[in-house]
């Protein structure tokens, strides 16, 4: 599951203010992005997300731009 909840709380405050369309909204880590913890997911599951959440964060995990299904799909079996 994606935890939406800081990109909705942005559309929200700039609904509130009246700005809202007035930027895109990017759907990454940079901007709150990410999986949803809950109590399904193992400790050392979660131990494993946030360090490779980290590592996409500060450079050390490139993440290739994907941005059509082709592209995804030849990631994915590429095994990148």
Do not use: C, F
């Not at 997300?49 to 980290?54: G, I």
């Amino acid at each position: 599951l994606w935890d939406w909840s800081t990109l909705l709380t942005k559309a929200l405050k700039q609904y509130e203010a009246g700005t809202m369309g007035t930027e895109s909204y990017y759907l990454d880590l940079d901007n709150g992005m990410g999986l949803l913890h809950t109590r399904h997911i193992p400790a050392g599951v979660w131990a494993a997300v946030e360090k490779a959440k980290a590592g996409i964060l500060n450079g050390s995990i490139e993440v290739p731009l994907t941005t059509t299904g082709t592209q995804v799909k030849d990631l994915i079996v590429s095994g990148k």
